[in-house]
């Protein structure tokens, strides 16, 4: 089977955050046992993820495996890390943590606004839901009535 660029590039680089999993692993002492356990996923897994054979790998595993090394890594003396583990830790910690969880009458980020101006979210919501050939003339028509409210 011929594999295209965007696939050998794909695999490359699922092949390349296997062996940094593995790398991180081994530098935190654990066991590829430990670190399915602490993640929740088998043995097994881990051990196709690192050897590049998870070319599968469920983004829900992904995560797991990297929030399950970031925090045993967060328990080591942060200014002997190198600023790309520190940088790796910052961003782990967003994946695993929502940044409004636990905080009482906030709204949860999946309900909050995309944008600064709440209307254009709700201005997409209307240009997609009308079929993509009457589009055009939605767009007049807001044109038109811009137009018409600026007077």
Known sequence: M????TERAWREW???????????????????????QRAGVSQGAVSRFEGGRA?????????????A???????????????EARRY????????VPPDAGKAGE????????TMDPGSEEWMS???RVSPRIRARLLALAGVAADALEE
Request: glycine residues 6%.
């Open 2 to 5: 011929k594999l295209g660029a």
């Open 14 to 36: 699922m092949r390349a955050l296997g062996r940094q999993v593995r790398r991180t692993r081994e530098f935190l002492g654990l066991t590829q046992r430990e670190l399915a």
């Open 55 to 67: 070319m599968s790998a469920s983004f829900l595993t992904i995560v797991r495996l990297n929030v």
């Open 69 to 83: 090394l970031a925090q045993v890594l967060g328990t080591r003396d942060v200014s002997t890390l190198s600023e």
């Open 89 to 96: 830790l910052r961003f782990i910690e967003f994946l695993a």
């Open 107 to 114: 709204t949860p980020v999946a309900e909050r606004e995309l």
């Open 126 to 128: 209307l240009y997609r």
